[in-house]
């Protein structure tokens, strides 16, 4: 009797259905601003203009996902090398968001050195989030990372009060929804006291994998089976089989190319099998 082999849908960890309106801006800020003697966190669009932290979501496409590198100065960031990490750059990339840090309407003087300090106080969301800057030669500099908890006396940015103007890495561990706070803080110079911003809400959509498409199996000659998967370059797909559908088990796995790459998976001599593919 000849097998049946049917295919279960795939599945993926995230899929961004909605893409929020200019959040693909080729310039965005994370801005201070300073008005009526107070400090305030916005966003601040070179082509549109000034929002608040609640009507603009930063969105990180699925461009922004990348191996880790093997390097152990990355894994308190990104995590172990082998995995992957979301990472809008510090430098401009096509097709992804150039979202930097800046300040605005603040005099100079007024603050101590003309510094404010960005803190993180607090973060919502699947996975690890890091702020950092690398070298001309690629050596990171953490200022923030949700790795060892959140101390905002610890996790924090300093950026030029006059003006400010600087570019970051933001990384991003698990494709979901990131619920991140800042509050920005200046000690005047004439006085000595403390300003603070309200804590402020930034939300980042991080783009998953599109889900893989299982073709249908075919069985060669020697009674191997070949699946064609498609998935999203540089995804990284299981292939899991089962008899029952109550368990699973690992038979092989490849790399998503966008188009079918055909997977000869073991001769089977169960009367019936099923195959689902999974996404990291």
């Keep these: 009797m000849r097998r049946s082999l049917p295919i279960l849908p795939a599945t993926a960890a995230w899929l961004v259905s909605l893409l929020p309106l200019g959040s693909l801006r080729a310039h965005v800020h994370v801005q201070v601003g300073y008005?009526?003697?107070?400090?305030?966190l916005h966003v601040l669009d070179y082509e549109s203009g000034r929002f608040t932290a609640a009507e603009y979501p930063f969105y990180v496409a699925i461009a922004a996902r990348q191996p880790v590198p093997a390097d152990p100065r990355f894994e308190p960031l990104l995590g172990p090398s082998g995995g992957s990490a979301w990472i809008l750059p510090q430098n401009e990339v096509e097709g992804l968001l150039n979202l930097g840090l800046g300040t605005s309407g603040i005099p100079a003087g007024l603050f101590a050195a003309d510094r404010?300090?960005?803190?993180l106080e607090r973060m919502e969301g699947p996975g690890r989030f890091s702020l950092f800057t690398t070298s001309a030669f690629g050596a990171p500099t953490?200022?923030?990372?949700?790795a060892d908890g959140i101390d905002p006396t610890r996790d924090f940015i300093v950026i030029p009060a006059v003006n400010g103007h600087i570019h970051v890495n933001w990384a991003f561990t698990q494709p979901g929804t990131y619920n991140i706070d800042f509050t920005a803080i200046g000690s005047l110079a004439a006085t000595g006291q403390t300003l603070r911003s309200l804590p402020t809400r930034y939300t980042f959509l991080v783009e998953g994998p599109e889900a893989p498409t299982l073709r249908a199996p075919r069985i060669l000659p020697d009674s191997r089976i070949e699946l064609p998967v498609r998935a999203t370059l540089g995804a990284r797909v299981r292939i899991q089989s089962s008899d029952d559908l109550l368990g699973w088990t690992h038979v092989a796995e490849t790399i998503g190319t966008g188009a079918d790459v055909p997977v000869v998976l073991p001769a089977s001599n169960q009367p019936q099998t099923f195959f689902r593919a999974v996404i990291d």
């Design 116 to 119: 404010i300090r960005l803190t």
């Design 142 to 146: 953490a200022h923030m990372t949700t």
């Design 35 to 40: 008005a009526a003697e107070a400090l305030d």
